[in-house]
């Protein structure tokens, strides 16, 4: 089972982003434990991020029929980019959509997400535990329909 973990722009900072809502998680630690859960549950995790919106459509669409599930935090594009959505929506995988911070207890222009509808899950507000569940989602949803 071939998970992809997805990060849009500004993720590469983490670490040097305003600690209250994301931590002091680096990306690198953050991939790093979500690769080691991920052997856990018998996954293969790959991971890719980009600042590059249209790097993201094409990582997206190489990914279809490719990757048995997707873990994306697209960034700010979450709120505005209906490309990535569009691209989303291609996918026949089930995509779990993570945020670090609770998206839905900050700035108004923060709380709607473009691309939810197209995401069977969405899981904010829960830092690194938030990637642990949705991959333990995946987990349990490709195990139930092959
Ligand atoms: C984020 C929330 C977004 O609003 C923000 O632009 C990010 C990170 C999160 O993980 O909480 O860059 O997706």
């Avoid at 434990?33 to 991920?38: A, P, Q």
């Avoid at 991020?49 to 490719?66: A, M, P, S, Y």
């Avoid at 959505?85 to 993570?98: F, G, S």
Wanted: hydrophobic share 40%.
């Amino acid at each position: 089972m071939t998970i992809y973990l997805l990060h849009g722009c500004n993720l590469d900072m983490l670490g040097r982003r305003r600690q209250e809502h994301y931590g002091g998680i680096t990306l690198q630690m953050l991939e790093n434990e979500v690769v080691r859960k991920g052997r856990e549950l018998g996954m293969k995790v790959r991971s890719f991020q980009t600042n590059h919106e249209g790097d993201l459509v094409e990582k997206i669409h190489e990914l279809v029929d490719r990757a048995d599930g997707i873990v994306i935090n697209p960034g700010a594009w979450t709120h505005y980019s209906y490309a990535i959505r569009d691209a989303l929506e291609i996918l026949d995988a089930p995509v779990a959509e993570v945020h670090l911070s609770d998206i839905y207890a900050r700035e108004e222009w923060r709380r709607r997400s473009v691309i939810s509808d197209v995401c069977a899950v969405t899981i904010a507000g829960k830092g690194l535990q938030g990637y642990v569940e949705a991959l333990e989602w995946l987990a349990a949803e490709i195990g139930s329909t092959g």
